[in-house]
């Protein structure tokens, strides 16, 4: 058994207050001056700690009120109340939303996953991967052990070529090699995001993450400077716009990424050739007809493909489909061909929650890459004035390549515990074999008209209530 | 008190109980301008006690009952000298969340306040959750106008047998259809506890006590009393077992399927840690699962376990929803159980990590009628009492639950809202509740007195009466059993909509 891999987190401050859901209104005019007042009886102590924050102009009581609503309905002269923060409705966008913004800092600052009481307080389902429950087991395939003291759960993936068959010699010995197949300890890779205040240090500070997860970061070429030189075995350099043949000589990373229609133009013979020294990655648009297309590349030689949804984690050309739809149907369509288990599927596009990893694995990814959320990490509200020139609000571009490491792998931390939470309560032990497993999941499309379709009677005189 | 005869069961009277806050929050607000010449018009004029005229002043007294733009004889339109002006109230719009709306929280207040549900300004049925029991509706005969309020017909039974094996176990009938789920000793204080407890005995039903011990103040109620068996077997002795009519296995929970319980350390105070047999401090673990159980032949030896030691007990299995729920329920009326408990997400008190509610196991409204389908084609639908809980809010909740195949349900939230819940999703932090609910914290919780909180949650429980009593009326159902399964009385607005698009196609 490999030793257990454990992300190591710990607390990494904001350097921003974080915006919140609702802020604190005390009015002073027509005070008693109560003897005892109710700012005195927090439970928080949050009118003790109070401080206003200059540069941002936040009372520092936003961020520690826990809204128990004690003293809003205790003050005598009704002087307190409790009132929703627009500037918090405003972060993100309408996939983005506030509260996953909100959640992603919190795990960035702390490492841990987000626990909360009463209850689930949401929406009932959504689209995309809202439409979709993972299993549990009740009473039979229980596999672990409580949250301390667990049975190891593996969340390592392999990403490369993976042989059909070993063979062995007369006395028992591995024939051959067997190459081109890097194991990842968590089914996560990182990517630098397409937009965003990045400077060469938030690369850097994402490259030395990585690194100390043993994951990979895939990071366009032209920004692979002389400083990542250390970090060459981590990085998957994104190659644009030049022959295959080109790609992956100079044998400094295991792997490169190409687009899809580089490697449509690529020979076999191309593709065999840098297969022995490099791990082609293929970078599909989430289209229609994806399938298809998928399979032609397989057909062809290529073994990684990265299937790349929009930021909303939809199809790029069609909004209405998701990416979870785009990698089951990949999914299918390699195991209709009989190629599946020699390919690794790679996913992205609007993987924003822990819980969107483990989905898009269930739909038959092996991996995934994070993009967005390690910008959300550094405090981004993904205000988007970076991409049209403005200055970020909360300054990305200057934090310390350390600070940029530790908050990116307590986010990592955190989501590596969620994914165990959620194999841990499937009675799954390795990842590997969550690849796939549609049939230990519930979707909607499959239950709610089935359950509730027939309930459509509204005959005359009668009425809803 | 005689548990087979419920006909003659006297209900207990409603106690206008108000809230134990200076401030009850409610959905508007009524200024009163200097120009209130005091002539009475609105204290006259209000049928919901806003204003109080004292001294010869006029008080806007009880803003939190104006039912806005609902009355029928606005105050503030009424006023001679224009002094009054309605506002929406700012804190209402931050309270509350999807699944228990400000709507919901405030209504429910009214109700414990009352006794009754709001006659106007609030929606007191549904939440905003957009799907499941949010997007269901009854489908009811068109009311004559005034014919409900004066229907003087007998009351619909309400009452529910537990024991439908016909064994040898008790024969237990509650006169409501539903009773108190577990919240135990350590996630909430004693005084909700005895709350719960009490309000449970008032109204002839039962309530759990969850994992975590049975408190020695408990015993006066011990025949009102459900214990729980849960995988850390916390505070189970088989003098416990013995002293009650009905032992509950919790094999999983809604709000966390596949986790097992977790009780912060900070809430591990000396009186928890003894009751628990555990240290002062340190975080309780309840693994999931069972670690003895991977059949349901080792589920059976389980039940025969506790028949072993109190063989008159009823069993319950209370179960979360993954795929196979169908399998577990059937497999657990094999195994001898006579009630089988099925625990949504939306419920729960205790701390839980946000995925595992959101993502695991499936909405009770799915797994509901799946059970019940499946039951019935086993052919031992009638032997078995389906308990449905996890996000029963309403009345309305309860008879949706009812008529997708349950026989009653069971409630834990809704109590904590009676008693002054705002659903700020701190229970597990800290101190606890600084509300004084789900926290053992001996300062905090003093807040929440045990007749004040018993009162809140008959309150409540009489006005859901009420309310289901109206609704089986209506219906022209005699008692709650004819709803059971009932899916003819129950549309869901995103499937009703198409049909009537395409009626308007063909037509």
């Not at chain 1, 005598?76 to 996939?95: R, V």
């Not at chain 2, 109080?52 to 104006?66: A, T």
């Amino acid at each position: 058994m490999p030793a257990k891999y454990v992300i190591h987190t710990k607390m990494v401050p904001h350097r921003f207050e974080p915006i919140t859901r609702s802020g604190v209104i005390a009015w002073e005019e027509g005070c008693l001056k109560c003897a005892v007042c109710v700012k005195t009886l927090c439970i928080y102590h949050v009118y003790d700690h109070r401080g206003l924050n200059a540069y941002q102009m936040i009372d520092s009581i936003d961020n520690e009120c826990m809204n128990c609503f004690r003293c809003v309905q205790s003050c005598p002269k009704e002087l307190i109340h409790k009132s929703l923060n627009p500037e918090f409705e405003a972060i993100g966008d309408g996939y983005w939303i506030p509260n996953i913004i909100s959640k992603l800092w919190y795990q960035a600052e702390t490492g841990k996953i987000p626990v909360s009481g009463a209850g689930y307080p949401g929406p009932f389902s959504g689209p995309g991967f809202d439409s979709m429950w993972t299993d549990m087991s009740e009473i039979v395939r229980p596999t672990r052990d409580g949250i301390h003291g667990r049975e190891y759960i593996s969340t390592g993936v392999d990403i490369g070529r993976k042989p059909t068959c070993l063979t062995f010699s007369r006395d028992g010995k591995l024939e051959g090699e067997v190459t081109g197949i890097i194991n990842i300890p968590l089914p996560i890779m990182l990517r630098v995001p397409s937009f965003g205040s990045i400077a060469p240090e938030t690369v850097k500070g994402w490259a030395m993450a990585a690194k100390r997860l043993a994951t990979m970061l895939a990071v366009s070429e032209e920004m692979v400077g002389p400083d990542l030189e250390d970090f060459a075995g981590t990085l998957v350099p994104i190659v644009k716009e030049r022959p295959f043949q080109e790609v992956g000589i100079s044998g400094k990373h295991a792997m490169v990424e190409v687009d899809r229609a580089t490697a449509e133009a690529a020979s076999r013979e191309d593709i065999a050739r840098a297969g022995s020294s490099v791990i082609p990655v293929v970078t599909m648009p989430l289209e229609k007809g994806i399938e298809e297309r998928a399979f032609a590349l397989v057909k062809k030689g290529f073994s990684v493909l990265h299937i790349e949804g929009s930021r909303q984690s939809t199809f790029q050309d069609s909004p209405s489909l998701f990416l979870k739809d785009g990698v089951r149907a990949v999914h299918l369509k390699l195991i209709e061909e009989n190629a599946r288990d020699q390919v690794t599927l790679l996913a992205s596009g609007g993987l924003a929650m822990a819980e969107h990893v483990a989905k898009v694995i269930i739909c038959g990814a092996d991996a995934v890459y994070v993009d967005f959320p390690l910008l959300v990490a550094l405090e981004c509200r993904m205000c988007r004035r970076c991409r049209k020139g403005l200055s970020c609000p909360v300054h990305v571009e200057e934090a310390s390549p350390e600070w940029v490491a530790l908050r990116t792998i307590n986010l990592l931390g955190a989501w590596h515990n969620q994914l165990l939470e959620v194999m841990g309560a499937m009675g799954i032990r390795d990842a590997r074999r969550l690849r796939g497993e549609a049939g230990r999941a519930m979707f909607f499309e499959d239950l709610d008209e089935s359950t509730f379709g027939s309930l459509g009677e509204l005959e005359e005189g009668y009425e809803l209530e | 008190m005689n548990l087979n005869n419920t006909s003659d069961f006297i209900y207990p009277e409603v106690v206008e109980t108000p809230s134990r806050f200076r401030n009850p929050i409610g959905k508007y607000r009524l200024h009163r301008t200097d120009d209130c010449i005091a002539c009475g018009k609105c204290v006259e004029l209000c049928p919901y006690g806003v204003h109080v005229m004292r001294r010869g002043m006029v008080f806007v007294e009880h803003p939190y009952r104006c039912v806005g733009p609902d009355c029928a004889d606005p105050c503030y339109e009424a006023c001679p000298e224009n002094a009054l002006s309605l506002k929406r109230n700012r804190d209402f719009d931050a309270l509350g969340d999807f699944r228990w709306t400000a709507d919901l929280l405030t209504s429910t207040w009214h109700m414990a306040e009352f006794g009754q549900v709001p006659s106007a300004g609030l929606e007191y049925r549904i939440g905003d959750s957009g799907g499941g029991f949010d997007k269901l509706r009854l489908v009811l005969p068109k009311a004559e106008k005034s014919s409900v309020a004066e229907d003087t017909s007998q009351e619909p039974d309400m009452s529910l047998e537990l024991n439908r094996r016909g064994d040898d176990a008790h024969g237990i009938r509650i006169p409501v259809p539903f009773y108190g789920g577990g919240m135990s000793f350590g996630s909430v204080s004693i005084h909700t506890m005895l709350s719960r407890v009490r309000a449970a005995t008032a109204l002839g039903t039962f309530c759990c006590t969850g994992e975590g011990g049975y408190p020695d103040e408990l015993i006066p109620y011990d025949d009102h009393i459900i214990t729980q068996v849960a995988t850390g077997l916390f505070g189970v002795r088989e003098e416990t077992i013995q002293r009650v009519k009905i032992v509950e296995f919790k094999y999983a929970q809604g709000a966390k399927p596949g986790l097992g319980g977790h009780l912060l350390g900070d809430k591990v105070t000396p009186s928890v840690a003894r009751m628990r047999e555990a240290v002062v401090g340190y975080p309780l673990f309840s693994p999931f699962p069972f670690h003895s159980v991977y059949s349901v032949e080792d589920h059976k030896k389980h039940v025969d376990w506790i028949k072993a030691m109190n063989p008159k007990a009823l069993v319950s299995v209370k179960v979360s929803t993954p795929t196979d729920v169908d399998m577990v329920a059937v497999g657990s009326y094999y195994a001898g159980a006579h009630i089988i408990h099925l625990d949504g997400s939306y419920g729960g008190t205790g701390a839980a990590p946000d995925i595992a509610k959101k993502n695991i196991a499936m909405p009770i409204e799915y797994a509901l009628p799946k059970v019940h389908r499946f039951l019935e084609e086993e052919g031992v639908r009638d032997k078995i009492t389906v308990i449905a809980s996890g996000g029963i809010r309403t009345p309305h909740d309860i008879a949706k639950t009812i008529a997708l195949g349950a026989d009653g349900v069971c409630i834990g939230t809704a109590d904590l809202v009676a008693l002054e819940c705002v659903r700020c999703h701190n229970c597990e932090s800290g101190r606890g509740c600084a509300r004084g609910i789900a926290t053992t914290d001996p300062e905090l919780m003093e807040q929440v007195s045990v007749d004040w909180g018993t009162q809140r949650i008959v309150n409540m429980y009489l006005a859901w009466i009420r309310e289901l009593a109206r609704i089986l009326k209506r219906l022209n159902m005699k008692s709650i059993r004819e709803l059971v399964g009932r899916t003819d009385c129950l549309v869901h607005l995103d499937y009703m909509k198409k049909k009537i698009r395409q009626d308007n196609r063909t037509g």
